[in-house]
C-alpha cells in the first residue's frame, strides 16, 4: 500500500520560510505533487515535479516563491517556501500521479497524504 507521509508544516510569521517534506513508501510515481486547501476554498495545485526528469510546475501565486525538489534515493520530494504570506495559510497535501498529464490537477493524482498545517501571520 502506497504511503505518502508530510511533515515540516507549522506557524510562521509573514515573510518567514518553511521546508515541508514528503516521504514516500514507494517513488515509481510519474509525478509528485504538492497542494493546498484553505478553509472554504478547493484544493489547489502548488508545484509539481516529474520523478525521472525533472520538469517542475508551479502555479502563478507560489513562482518565484516556491521551490519543488526532491531525493529520488531518500523517496522524498520536498517544496521550500520562502516569502511566505498570510494567503498561503492551507492544509498542505503531497500526491502523487501515474499519469503526470496535468501536473497542477487534482484528478490526475492517485495517492494523497494526510497533510501538513501551514499558517502564516501577518
Known amino acids: 500500500q502506497v504511503r505518502l507521509v508530510e511533515s515540516g508544516g507549522g506557524s510562521v510569521q509573514a515573510g518567514g520560510s518553511l521546508r515541508l517534506s514528503c516521504a514516500a513508501s514507494?517513488?515509481?510515481?510519474?509525478?509528485m505533487g504538492w497542494f493546498r486547501q484553505a478553509p472554504g476554498k478547493e484544493r489547489e495545485g502548488v508545484a509539481a515535479?516529474?520523478?525521472?526528469?525533472?520538469?517542475?510546475s508551479y502555479a502563478d501565486s507560489v513562482k518565484g516563491r516556491f521551490t519543488i525538489s526532491q531525493d529520488n534515493a531518500k523517496k522524498t520530494v520536498y517544496l521550500q517556501m520562502n516569502s511566505l504570506q498570510s494567503e498561503d495559510t492551507a492544509m498542505y497535501y503531497c500526491?502523487?500521479?501515474?499519469?503526470?498529464?496535468?501536473?497542477?490537477?487534482?484528478?490526475?493524482?492517485?495517492?494523497w497524504g494526510q497533510g501538513t498545517q501551514v499558517t502564516v501571520s501577518s
Open positions: 514507494e517513488y515509481t510515481f510519474t509525478t
Open positions: 500526491a502523487a500521479s501515474s499519469r503526470g498529464t496535468r501536473p497542477l490537477q487534482t484528478y490526475d493524482y492517485n495517492y
Open positions: 515535479i516529474h520523478t525521472r526528469f525533472g520538469y517542475t
